[in-house]
T-cell receptor, first 109, second 109 residues
Framework: GIQVEQSPPDLILQEGANSTLRCNFS?????LQWFHQNPWGQLINLFY???GTKQNGRLSATTVATERYSLLYISSSQTTDSGVYFC???????????FGQGTRLTINP | DAGVTQSPTHLIKTRGQQVTLRCSPK?????VSWYQQALGQGPQFIFQ???????QRGNFPDRFSGHQFPNYSSELNVNALLLGDSALYLC????????FGPGTRLTVL
């Protein structure tokens, strides 16, 4: 099966800073998604982005499917952005998501 | 529009016991997937149900079983609980885009 590698594993920033989170896949994936897991464990959908670029407010994501990676950008970070960010994808539309280990983001006031 | 719901929120069991977790999918969704998330790890796929049948299964022992009802809600059953089964259990529904419930945190003592 596919392997998903996320970097960096931990990121500590001051409020207002920008950040880039990366996700690499060992093989081609379908249905790539980015999630934010809040302190209570809820996985919040951020982007469904199998290819191309999307933006939603201060967040944007880019997936280069041919090179098997995706990037999540967070601009002007706020303390509420803290939490763990996961990327996940599946193969051949199997709807069986494989997750990375996550990036733990801490935004200090 | 109700999202994915799960019950109970928390559960404490002892080794050897059996547990049943419940999930109602997002309105309009007919496919339910279950994931296990150990502390500090990304979620891992357990199995998926569609049309009341197990359609896919991850690398989990037969102690993990499930069921889907005609209204698309689902149950996850775990028999002969082990300490290592302590985790956050997440339910997801949807097709290409998966939406997750708030999870059930299971502690096995």
């Amino acid at each position: 099966g596919i392997q998903v590698e996320q970097s960096p594993p931990d990121l500590i920033l001051q409020e207002g800073a920008n950040s880039t989170l990366r996700c690499n896949f060992s093989d081609s994936v379908n249905n790539l998604q980015w999630f934010h897991q809040n302190p209570w464990g809820q996985l919040i959908n951020l982007f469904y982005i199998p290819s191309g670029t999307k933006q939603n407010g201060r967040l944007s994501a880019t997936t280069v499917a041919t090179e098997r990676y995706s990037l999540l950008y967070i601009s002007s970070s706020q303390t509420t952005d803290s939490g763990v960010y996961f990327c996940a994808g599946d193969q051949r539309g199997a709807q069986k998501l494989v997750f990375g280990q996550g990036t733990r983001l801490t935004i200090n006031p | 529009d109700a999202g994915v719901t799960q019950s109970p929120t928390h559960l404490i069991k002892t080794r050897g016991q059996q547990v049943t977790l419940r999930c109602s999918p997002k309105s309009g969704h007919d496919t339910v997937s279950w994931y296990q998330q150990a502390l500090g790890q990304g979620p891992q796929f357990i199995f998926q149900y569609y049309e009341e049948e197990e359609r896919q299964r991850g690398n989990f022992p037969d102690r993990f079983s499930g069921h889907q009802f005609p209204n698309y809600s689902s149950e996850l059953n775990v028999n002969a609980l082990l300490l290592g089964d302590s985790a956050l259990y997440l339910c997801a529904s949807g097709g290409d885009t998966q939406y997750f419930g708030p999870g059930t945190r299971l502690t096995v003592l």
